[in-house]
């Protein structure tokens, strides 16, 4: 069974930085995409950025400029760098990884709080 860890999140000032990052177990194989999701109190868990096996990324409007998605293919490991945080972006922020013909793992998730 793969278990990814996420580490990173914690209390941050307004226009502060965090970088988040996710590592899984073991090695997986046949990955498709890894990603950042978040949910925030009340609302639906919506994608935060993406990245596929070829190195494109995806990163949702709300945080496109600030936050950047990165991964290691060797060490099956992917980070979110974010940048000018706002209170908006307060969630619990949870990793993700999908294989080919496998389905996808999830993260236990990793409180982000932007506040002053």
């Known amino acids: 069974q793969v278990q990814l860890v996420e580490s990173g999140g914690g209390l941050v000032h307004p226009g502060g930085s965090l970088r988040l990052s996710c590592a899984a177990s073991r090695i997986i194989f046949s990955i498709r995409s890894m990603g950042w999701y978040r949910q925030a109190p009340g609302k639906q868990r919506e994608l935060v950025a993406s990245i596929n096996n070829g190195g494109s990324t995806n990163h949702a409007d709300s945080v496109k400029g600030r936050f950047t998605i990165s991964r290691d293919n060797a060490k099956n490991t992917v980070d979110l760098q974010m940048n000018s945080l706002k209170p908006e972006d307060t969630a619990v922020y949870y990793c993700?990884?999908?294989?080919w013909g496998v389905g996808d793992y999830w993260g236990q998730g990793t409180q982000v709080t932007v506040s002053s």
């Open positions: 993700n990884i999908v294989r």
